[in-house]
């Protein structure tokens, strides 16, 4: 059974750095990327980044482009979400998901495969 476990949130102060990290063990297919969402306080959530099955693509949100950083090593079946330059708008519940496909449109489906999410907070 598919199964995927973020780690590596926590408290930050703004301008400061955090490494999310998400194991994928199980069957995956049929999913061929893995995505990168989070959900603030009363807000809807949105997609942050996703990554192509191989690596060889990806993608992010415009307000997270040059400061976050999708990676995945496929040896270790993890993909990690290294997030830079945080801001207190960032704060927010992140959840990795496993999806069909990675493209520009980041949006969450109830047909992905979703984490229990790691909370992240930015505050000084």
């Known amino acids: 059974q598919l199964q995927l476990v973020e780690s590596g949130g926590g408290l930050v102060q703004p301008g400061g750095s955090l490494r999310l990290s998400c194991a994928v063990s199980?069957?995956?297919?049929?999913?061929?990327?893995i995505g990168w969402f989070r959900q603030a306080p009363g807000k809807e959530r949105e997609g942050v980044s996703c990554?192509?099955?191989?690596?060889?693509?990806?993608y992010y949100a415009d307000s997270v482009k040059g400061r976050f950083t999708i990676s995945r090593d496929n040896a270790k079946n993890t993909v990690h979400l290294q997030m830079n330059s945080l801001k207190p708008e960032d704060t927010a519940v992140y959840y990795c998901?496993?999806?069909?496909?990675?493209?520009?449109?980041?949006?969450?489906?109830?047909?992905?495969?979703w984490g229990q999410g790691t909370q992240v907070t930015v505050s000084s």
């Open positions: 199980g069957f995956t297919l049929p999913y061929n990327a």
């Open positions: 990554v192509s099955s191989r690596g060889s693509s990806s």
């Open positions: 998901a496993a999806m069909f496909r990675c493209s520009g449109a980041i949006i969450p489906s109830s047909r992905h495969y």
